[in-house]
T-cell receptor
Framework: EADIYQTPRYLVIGTGKKITLECSQT?????MYWYQQDPGMELHLIHY???????EKGDLSSESTVSRIRTEHFPLTLESARPSHTSQYLC???????????????FGPGTRLTVL | KQEVTQIPAALSVPEGENLVLNCSFT??????LQWFRQDPGKGLTSLLL?????REQTSGRLNASLDKSSGRSTLYIAASQPGDSATYLC??????????FGKGTRLSVIA
């Protein structure tokens, strides 16, 4: 079944640890995105990719980094986690069709990160 | 720069009511508009996508309309149920840029 997966779903770690949040999609989508969302607050785009070896920073400044070595995989890494990184991280992907005029986006279930 | 506004920010209705959620956008040059639902602590679920050439889309008790020239979309929910309680977000796609999201409308349907 075509879907988008995120692991882990929940993560509690100590300050200073390096972490990688995984995101994979089986839909063959070229575009992938990472959003950060605090409880009850709006979505903030932090990174996106339009294809392999292509990554861009989003609207919200983030200390995280991303890579896109394979189409289906878009991991997000924090080199040194801090309590200010505590948030929910949502991964999404989308597909362009109809000459670029049709773009439907799908989201993963999210990773809730707590940094102590 | 495209901006998306959703009004109201929160809405509480008794079960069984029909209701309308509003979404407006500042730049009418869009390719499509997508409505999502988000339950607390979860990811977003796509509800409906309307292309710029379409006027409306329907899925079950949901009907979304689009007036591109005036920069507005509405999501109509018929016969609301407690299970409809969630945050509803709209987002517009203008081509070659990521989706621009509104801040959402938090809906509570009271039994």
């Amino acid at each position: 079944e075509a879907d988008i997966y995120q692991t882990p779903r929940y993560l509690v770690i100590g300050t200073g640890k390096k972490i990688t949040l995984e995101c994979s999609q089986t839909m063959g989508h070229d575009k992938m995105y990472w959003y950060q969302q605090d409880p009850g607050m709006e979505l903030h785009l932090i990174h996106y990719s339009y294809g392999v070896n292509s990554t861009e920073k989003g609207d919200l400044s983030s200390e995280s980094t991303v890579s896109r070595i394979r189409t289906e995989h878009f991991p997000l890494t924090l080199e040194s986690a801090r309590p200010s990184h505590t948030s929910q991280y949502l991964c999404a992907s989308s597909e362009l069709r109809s000459g670029g005029s049709f773009n439907e986006q799908f989201f993963g279930p999210g990773t809730r990160l707590t940094v102590l | 720069k495209q901006e998306v506004t959703q009004i109201p920010a929160a809405l509480s209705v008794p079960e069984g009511e029909n209701l309308v959620l509003n979404c407006s956008f500042t730049d009418s040059a869009i390719y499509n508009l997508q409505w999502f639902r988000q339950d607390p602590g979860k990811g977003l679920t796509s509800l409906l996508l309307i292309q710029s050439s379409q006027r409306e889309q329907t899925s079950g008790r949901l009907n979304a309309s689009l007036d591109k020239s005036s920069g507005r979309s509405t999501l109509y929910i018929a016969a609301s149920q407690p299970g409809d309680s969630a945050t509803y977000l709209c987002a517009v796609y203008s081509g070659n840029t990521p989706l621009v999201f509104g801040k959402g409308t938090r809906l509570s349907v009271i039994a």
